[in-house]
C-alpha cells in the first residue's frame, strides 16, 4: 500500500518528535517509511541524513552507512555538507576506503595522495575516551578527519597507548596549551587495539628536567610515559568546556604510567637513571591490570 502525501507529513511529524526525544530508532523508521515512498522529495535529502544520523547515534554502522550513501548522493560537494562527513564516518568504520576518502573528497577536504587506508598527519587534538562509563580525555595525532593514534598512557583500564580511536566530527570542549587551542572529540569507538601494555613504576627526579628526560627517552623509541604530576581530575562540566593545561612536570618522588614491553622497561629506566651520578632512581615496576 503507497503513502500518500499527507500520511508523509505526518510521518515526518512523528519522526521530528521521536527525535526531540531522542528516541532515535522510532525517529529513522519512520523517516525510512516516508523515504521508501518518497525518496527524492525536494526535502528528501534531509530526510536520508537525519535517518543516517539517528542510526549513527545507535551506533547502527551498516543502516549509517547504506542511508548515508542516499544521503551524500543527494547533497552538494565541496560546500561542508554534513551528509558526507557522516558517511565518511560510518565507511571507515567499515573499513570502505575507497568510499570514505571520496566522501571526505565531498565535504571539502584535501587527502593525501593514494589508495586506501588514510595515514595522514591531520594535527594533535584530544578525545575523550569512554570506556563502561569512565571518561578520560587524552591526546591524539589525527590520521584521518575521524581517526587518531593515543599519545598518552592513558589511566583507564582496559585502554593503551598507541591505539586508534574513531571520534565524532562535532567538538565537545577545548584545551589550550601555550595559547593554542585544540579540539575534544568525543570518542565513537576503539578502531585498533594496542599492543603494548601498561605498566607502573615509581621514580624519584631531583629536577623537572630529570623527568622529562624520561618521558622523552621513552617517546624516541615508540612507548610511552605519563607522570602521575600532568594528570587533572576534572568534573564533566569543566571537561566539556574551555580548559588551559600547562606543559610542565613535577620534581620528586611520584608514579609513572609507562606503555612499553616490561624488558624495554626496565632497559630504558636503568639507562635513564645511569644518565646521572645522583637524583634519578626507580622501583616497582610492575604490570597494570
Not at 564516518?89 to 588514510?118: K, Y
Request: some cysteine; aromatic content about 8%; glycine content about 8%.
Amino acid at each position: 500500500m503507497s503513502v500518500r502525501k499527507s500520511e508523509a507529513e505526518r510521518l515526518i511529524e512523528q519522526a521530528y518528535q521521536a527525535w526531540e526525544a531522542e528516541e532515535w530508532l522510532r525517529a529513522a523508521e519512520a523517516f525510512e517509511e516516508v523515504l521508501a515512498h518518497f525518496p527524492d522529495e525536494k526535502d528528501s535529502a534531509v530526510w536520508w541524513y537525519d535517518a543516517a544520523l539517528a542510526h549513527k547515534f545507535l551506533r547502527d554502522w551498516q543502516k549509517a552507512y547504506d542511508l548515508g550513501r542516499e544521503a551524500a548522493a543527494r547533497s552538494p560537494r565541496g560546500e561542508g555538507d554534513p551528509a558526507y562527513w557522516n558517511l565518511g564516518i560510518a565507511a571507515t568504520v567499515r573499513r570502505d576506503w575507497a568510499t570514505a576518502r571520496d566522501a571526505w573528497a565531498g565535504f571539502g577536504i584535501e587527502l593525501p595522495d593514494g589508495e586506501g587506508e588514510i595515514s595522514g598527519r591531520f594535527g594533535p587534538a584530544c578525545v575523550r575516551l569512554d570506556t563502561d562509563g569512565k571518561r578520560e580525555v587524552v591526546w591524539i595525532e589525527r590520521l584521518c578527519p575521524t581517526r587518531g593514534r593515543v599519545v598518552n598512557v592513558p589511566v583507564t583500564g582496559g585502554r593503551r597507548y598507541g591505539e586508534i580511536v574513531l571520534h565524532d566530527g562535532q567538538p565537545n570542549g577545548e584545551r589550550i596549551v601555550d595559547g593554542t587551542t585544540y579540539p575534544v572529540f568525543d570518542e565513537l569507538l576503539l578502531f585498533e587495539a594496542s599492543e603494548l601494555p601498561t605498566l607502573e613504576v615509581t621514580v624519584a627526579a631531583g629536577e623537572p628536567a630529570d623527568l622529562e628526560a624520561l618521558v622523552e627517552l621513552f617517546t624516541e623509541h615508540g612507548y610511552g610515559a605519563e607522570p602521575a604530576s600532568s594528570v587533572r581530575m576534572l568534573c564533566a562540566c569543566c571537561s566539556e568546556g574551555s580548559h588551559e593545561q600547562q606543559r610542565s612536570v613535577e620534581a620528586g618522588a611520584q608514579q609513572l604510567s609507562l606503555a612499553a614491553p616490561p624488558q624495554e622497561a626496565r632497559r630504558l629506566l636503568e639507562r635513564w637513571a645511569a644518565q646521572a651520578v645522583i637524583g634519578r632512581s626507580w622501583s616497582g615496576l610492575e604490570p597494570v591490570g
